[in-house]
């Protein structure tokens, strides 16, 4: 019922503004054109003005009422020089904003038609025309290349003690790969790949793969170098840490990199925050079919003890791809990108191995 009473609210509205409208018309005619249109010109000179009031009231109310709900505060390093380029930008665009706006509707209030008074034809100026060419070209410059140089550094080499955690991208969710004890992660090929026990197509003859780590989730730790190395099984993806200010596009075959540092653990953030069910989230920033909206994870920064003790916990991959060679194994579950099993000794290791081999 409330809702055909506000439909019938704003037609009603509409009968009223056009029968208004074509009263004036109808006294413009009795008037006059022209007293008509000098009547008109006085009346939208002055609610230029009071526009232009309002919307600088409006803009400095919204920039008051939302200013720290806008981002937050960045949870890594490099979002601190992101931000700060990001409140730069913010600066000079609502100056020339302010300033352009003022002039705008000052001038339509000011120069509007009067008894006597002609436009200037002013068609060229060469001094003001490279004076608003050059200035924000300048301007512009100097913040693209701060940009540029934010941008070159997280996606440069990342510090030889970065932890390395591999991101794949595939319709609807994100497969999170860790290097176990040795830290190094195993080499993978697309035809391996098999949704049943190999999500991301590990080549099990490379003796690196026996104790890499598949999760649905990112686990990262505080105040430690984090390298991802992001790919996409499918279409193009794009990882989004929104609360770390980065973003990087998943694009298949072509592996993309970029680091990053943790400045808070979740437990922290939840009490920045002041609300207990905080998580942080790595979204998926590229449209990439029917199921983009449900293509999301957590991710848990912990410290470097919590971090070991849940790696510790978790079932390695080979062992899932191979629970007969592994005694005690639990079966494979359908979904491999969270499963649970126990790891594979060196002795099961060689006959998995041997088996392959002979398969091949």
């Known amino acids: ?170 319709q609807f969710n994100w497969i999170v790969r860790y290097p176990g004890k040795d830290g190094q992660l195993g080499r993978k090929n697309f035809r391996n790949v098999n949704n049943e026990d190999n999500p991301v197509g590990q080549d099990w003859t490379d003796n690196l793969n026996q104790d890499d780590v598949i999760s649905p989730d990112l686990h990262v730790v505080v105040g430690k170098n984090v390298k991802l190395i992001i790919g996409s099984r499918d279409v193009v993806h794009d990882v989004g840490l929104p609360h770390f200010r980065l973003k990087m596009d998943a694009v298949p075959g072509i592996p993309t990199t970029l680091w990053f540092t943790p400045k808070f653990t979740t437990a922290e953030m939840k009490k920045r925050t002041g609300n207990p069910d905080f998580v942080y989230e790595l979204s998926c920033d590229q449209m990439c079919g029917s199921g983009h909206y449900s293509m999301k994870a957590n991710i848990i920064v912990e410290t470097q003890e919590e971090y070991d003790k849940w790696l510790a916990a978790q079932p390695t991959q080979y062992a899932q791809a191979h629970p007969a060679a592994t005694p005690g194994a639990a079966p494979a579950a359908k979904d491999s990108t969270a499963t649970a099993a126990v790891p594979a000794d060196s002795a099961s290791v060689k006959v998995a191995q041997a088996e392959t081999a002979a398969k091949h």
């Open 1 to 170: 019922m409330s809702g055909y009473l506000a439909v019938f609210v704003v037609v009603l509205i509409f009968v009223v503004i056009f029968q208004i409208a074509k009263a004036s018309e109808y006294v413009s005619i009795l008037k006059g054109e022209k007293k008509s249109r000098e009547q008109s010109n006085r009346i939208n000179g002055f609610l230029m003005i009071v526009f232009l009031v309002l919307g600088l009231i409006g803009v400095w109310w919204c920039h008051d009422l939302l200013e720290g709900r806008m981002l937050g505060e960045s949870a890594s390093v490099q979002g601190d020089g992101i931000d700060q380029l990001i409140r730069v930008t913010f600066i000079i665009t609502m100056v020339v904003f302010v300033i352009t706006q003022i002039l705008l509707f000052w001038f339509a209030f000011k120069y509007q038609e009067k008894e006597g008074k002609t436009a200037f034809y002013f068609p060229h100026n060469n001094k003001l025309e490279v004076i608003w060419t050059v200035i924000p070209a300048i301007v512009l410059t100097v913040l693209v290349a701060f940009g540029i140089r934010h941008w070159l550094r997280i996606t440069s080499e990342a510090p030889k003690d970065a932890m390395v955690v591999e991101v794949t991208g595939k």
